[in-house]
């Protein structure tokens, strides 16, 4: 999708992203959205997408690092428990509790019956987060190795990205029918009423990221809430200078040009 095309739907986008954050400081709602998918997919893309416009106070990012050691002694939800929204908030998990049916059964981090016991308890989970009044919504991004594959090499010639290539995105190369099965099994188990995944073509990041936002929009209740009026008078004076006592700020940066 071209860069223009994409910029002017996702500025149509923007403004009902900020309409549901008005509505859901409104109405007190609270809204979890989970990103899983293959590395390279686009999760880190597709929720700046959501979160560009809206508050950070209100919305937020979860991206969990490796348990610790402590935290590999408790129950295995109990981390993320502590990350869930309170009323008004919508919280973006990069990653979630589906990291135990993924990426730590692939690389045999979990053992198969920690994965086992986990499939078997999140349906369960998350009919407590809903049934608690919780919107939940969860997404697979989807992209095949060839895009895969391009992403990852990109990340590794740019400067500014190589931060997100770790060694365990290299393993998952060797590995991408190993995680096509972890996905069908997880799919089965937990694909439910009342948590259902959606799955999402981000083959094209642009058109995976208009596409996940427009279905986040849809299922979401009436989200109208005109915002609050303000009176904003003329300020009734000539605009007032900054000023300076003992410091004083430093000179503006100006570029330095080759001779």
């Given at each position: 999708?071209?860069?223009?095309?994409?910029?002017?739907?996702?500025?149509?986008?923007?403004?009902?992203?900020?309409?549901?954050?008005?509505?859901?400081?409104?109405?007190?709602?609270?809204?979890?959205?989970?990103?899983?998918?293959?590395?390279?997919?686009?999760?880190?893309?597709?929720?700046?997408?959501?979160?560009?416009?809206?508050?950070?106070?209100?919305?937020?990012?979860?991206?969990?690092?490796?348990?610790?050691?402590?935290?590999?002694?408790?129950?295995?939800?109990?981390?993320?428990?502590?990350?869930?929204?309170?009323?008004?908030?919508?919280?973006?998990?990069?990653?979630?509790?589906?990291?135990?049916?993924?990426?730590?059964?692939?690389?045999?981090?979990?053992?198969?019956?920690?994965?086992?016991?986990?499939?078997?308890?999140?349906?369960?989970?998350?009919?407590?987060?809903?049934?608690?009044?919780i919107l939940l919504f969860k997404y697979w991004l989807s992209c095949d190795q060839d895009q895969q594959e391009e992403r990852l090499a990109e990340r590794l010639d740019d400067?500014?990205?190589?931060?997100?290539?770790?060694?365990?995105?290299?393993?998952?190369?060797?590995?991408?029918?190993?995680?096509?099965?972890?996905?069908?099994?997880?799919?089965?188990?937990?694909?439910?009423?009342?948590?259902?995944?959606?799955?999402?073509?981000?083959?094209?990041?642009?058109?995976?990221?208009?596409?996940l936002i427009r279905n986040l929009l849809d299922r979401l209740p009436d989200t109208r809430c005109d915002p609050v009026e303000l009176d904003f008078k003329p300020l009734g004076h000539k605009p007032a200078h900054e000023e300076f006592g003992v410091l004083k700020p430093i000179?503006?940066?100006?570029?330095?040009?080759?001779?």
């Amino acid at each position: 999708m071209k860069r223009k095309a994409y910029e002017e739907a996702l500025e149509a986008l923007e403004l009902e992203l900020v309409a549901m954050a008005r509505w859901a400081a409104a109405s007190g709602a609270r809204i979890v959205v989970l990103f899983e998918g293959r590395d390279a997919a686009g999760k880190g893309g597709a929720i700046s997408a959501v979160r560009h416009v809206l508050n950070p106070r209100q919305c937020r990012v979860v991206a969990l690092p490796t348990p610790s050691e402590r935290e590999q002694g408790q129950w295995y939800f109990q981390r993320y428990v502590e990350h869930l929204p309170t009323k008004g908030e919508i919280v973006l998990f990069d990653r979630s509790w589906y990291n135990r049916a993924g990426v730590e059964l692939v690389m045999g981090y979990a053992k198969p019956e920690q994965v086992d016991a986990f499939l078997a308890q999140v349906p369960t989970f998350e009919q407590l987060l809903v049934g608690d009044g919780i919107l939940l919504f969860k997404y697979w991004l989807s992209c095949d190795q060839d895009q895969q594959e391009e992403r990852l090499a990109e990340r590794l010639d740019d400067p500014l990205k190589r931060w997100k290539l770790s060694p365990v995105d290299l393993a998952a190369r060797d590995k991408y029918t190993a995680y096509t099965e972890a996905r069908e099994a997880m799919l089965v188990a937990t694909h439910t009423p009342h948590a259902p995944w959606t799955l999402v073509d981000f083959n094209d990041q642009r058109r995976g990221r208009l596409t996940l936002i427009r279905n986040l929009l849809d299922r979401l209740p009436d989200t109208r809430c005109d915002p609050v009026e303000l009176d904003f008078k003329p300020l009734g004076h000539k605009p007032a200078h900054e000023e300076f006592g003992v410091l004083k700020p430093i000179a503006p940066y100006k570029p330095k040009h080759d001779d």
